[in-house]
């Protein structure tokens, strides 16, 4: 079975400063890879998502994700935080069950927090 | 695009109590539908997934269920409430990993 892992549950960032959440997943075979945004009390927004392809994944918000094979990682990065980025972040695999299902595992999530 | 309406928004049930969770979908047909659980600390778990209408797979044993009476709406329900089904839950929406999330329902249950 499919498992991520989000090492750090709370990070906290200045305003202006740069970004990385790590994300590292087990699964046996190419996974899909995704992270979501979750502001206080709303729903999901998906940040950005690979499949395949290039390595390097541009998403929405100024967030990028660099998928790396051979450390199992998919870890999101953004050069410089704004106040606004406060906020729970999930990365999340998606594997193709074959069923028609193809549900999301997440990680626990990293609550990030935004000095001034 | 879709959009996934969810109520209630927030909800504080006592122990023991039923349970009816609703969640409508616009903007597509046929969809793959999910509803996850987000308890504190513990991030989100799939509950339940439908792929048509009456088709239900449950992915964790617990005291809820859900049903899918027509093509954009799935209910999560239960006949009593425990308190360790508080939590946050959503529903999604979505097919070949284009997902869109509900805003939430906030379950208390006291």
């Known amino acids: 079975a499919q498992s991520v892992t989000q090492p750090d549950i709370h990070i906290t960032v200045s305003e202006g400063a740069s970004l990385e959440l790590r994300c590292n997943y087990s699964?046996?075979?190419?996974?899909?890879l995704f992270w979501y945004v979750q502001s206080p009390g709303q729903g999901l927004q998906l940040l950005l998502k690979?499949?395949?392809?290039?390595?390097l994944v541009q998403g929405i918000k100024g967030f990028e994700a660099e998928f790396k094979r051979s450390q199992s990682s998919f870890n999101l990065r953004k050069p410089s935080v704004h106040w606004s980025d406060a906020a729970e972040y999930f990365c999340?695999?998606?594997?193709?069950?074959?069923?028609?299902?193809?549900?999301?595992?997440f990680g626990k999530g990293t609550h990030l927090i935004i000095q001034p | 695009s879709q959009t996934i309406h969810q109520w209630p928004a927030t909800l504080v049930q006592p122990v023991g109590s039923p349970l009816s969770l609703e969640c409508t979908v616009e903007?597509?047909?046929?969809?793959?539908l999910y509803w996850y659980r987000q308890a504190a600390g513990r991030g989100l778990q799939l509950l339940f997934y439908?792929?048509?209408?009456?088709?239900i797979s449950s992915e964790v044993p617990q005291n809820l269920s859900a049903s899918r009476p027509q093509d954009r709406q799935f209910i999560l329900s239960s006949k009593k409430l425990l308190l360790s089904d508080s939590g946050f839950y959503l529903c999604?929406?979505?097919?070949?990993?284009?997902?869109?999330f509900g805003s939430g329902t906030r379950l208390t249950v006291v």
């Open positions: 903007g597509t047909s046929n969809p793959n």
């Open positions: 439908s792929v048509g209408i009456g088709q």
């Open positions: 699964y046996g075979a190419t996974p899909y």
């Open positions: 999604a929406s979505g097919r070949n990993y284009g997902y869109t």
């Open positions: 690979y499949f395949s392809g290039d390595t």
């Open positions: 999340a695999v998606g594997t193709d069950s074959g069923g028609g299902a193809d549900g999301l595992t």
